[in-house]
């Protein structure tokens, strides 16, 4: 992390000030992430991230929207936001000591049990949300199974071959597997508010508590969505998973195969961005419910 006295632009300390009402001491150039990040110290003490895009990038105001919707509808801990556009996002800092640990798990299950205890009448949400920096498709439906199909496993399955990362073959296979779904995959109760990306990174702790949780990419879901990582992607233990079915009891079904069907929407989000490390896990899921 690069210190620097303040290497914002008198633009960029205009909004900073003007948003959260105190005056910029100093910042720091935070390295990584798809937006140019900095953490700023005001005049009250209080810490701040500034980001700005990387090039054409328009999805800041997005990534603002869902952290303030989620900080104030839920109970879910997310940091304070104090401005967000497309050219700048400001939020609270985050003081953490590390990701997700199993003293924290249960703690993380309850919060994740308490958000998707919050309902809707339908599926998807009011926009389009980010996962893996790509916009997914929010558009609202009555019932989950077509939602996920259409909006989850071919949208991401077209970003793949859009991208050349599968070819006509595999992207047919994917569509049979789709015709045949409903074997698999039932219809929630009721639809559940999830966090949409869920792995020990996204839960950020400090001394064995959790602080917030960060990447969200939400939208109203089957609430097993949540889980669409194995446990061997996640980093989650058995104990977060006990912990979170004394809540609320997964269904039948969902580790035998459901966990391995909503698992080919971040297989496929990876492929098309370019990891072809998933691909073995892509065959195996084909393999095994599309042949």
């Not at 996962?131 to 970003?159: C, G, H, M, S, T």
């Not at 409903?182 to 020990?200: A, C, M, N, T, V």
């Not at 580790?255 to 989000?269: A, G, K, N």
């Not at 490390?277 to 892509?282: A, D, Q």
Request: proline share 4%; with cysteine; hydrophobic share 45%.
């Amino acid at each position: 992390m690069q210190v620097e006295k303040n290497p914002l632009s008198a633009d960029l300390t205009r909004i900073i000030e003007r948003a959260t009402k105190q005056i910029v001491l100093s910042a720091a150039t935070l390295a990584g992430g798809r937006a140019n990040a900095k953490l700023v110290v005001l005049s009250g003490g209080r810490q701040v991230v500034v980001k700005q895009p990387k090039g054409k990038d328009g999805t800041l105001a997005v990534e603002g929207a869902v952290i303030d919707y989620l900080k104030k509808k839920t109970k879910l801990p997310m940091p304070t936001v104090y401005y967000a556009g497309n050219d700048a996002l400001i939020h609270d800092y985050i003081v953490a000591d590390g990701v997700l640990t199993p003293e924290a798990e249960p703690e993380a299950a309850t919060l994740l049990a308490e958000l998707h205890a919050i309902t809707a009448d339908s599926y998807g949400f009011d926009f389009d949300t980010l996962f893996k920096e790509r916009l997914q498709n929010n558009a609202k439906a009555d019932r989950w199974v077509p939602f996920f199909i259409e909006n989850r496993l071919l949208a991401a399955a077209r970003a793949a071959i859009d991208a050349g990362k599968i070819d006509s073959v595999v992207f047919g296979k994917l569509e049979k597997l789709a015709q045949n779904l409903d074997r698999y995959l039932d219809e929630p109760e009721k639809p559940s508010l999830i966090h949409g990306d869920i792995w020990s990174s996204s839960v950020l702790c400090l001394n064995g508590h959790v602080q917030a949780f960060v990447d969200p990419a939400i939208y109203f879901a089957d609430s097993e969505m949540e889980f669409a990582y194995s446990s061997e992607q996640s980093g989650l233990s058995g104990a977060f998973f006990r912990a979170y079915n004394e809540i609320r009891p997964f269904r039948a079904g969902y580790f035998e195969y459901r966990q391995s069907i909503y698992s080919l929407y971040p297989v496929l989000t990876a492929l098309a961005a370019g990891d072809m490390s998933v691909l073995p896990r892509l065959e195996g899921i084909l393999k095994r419910f599309g042949e």
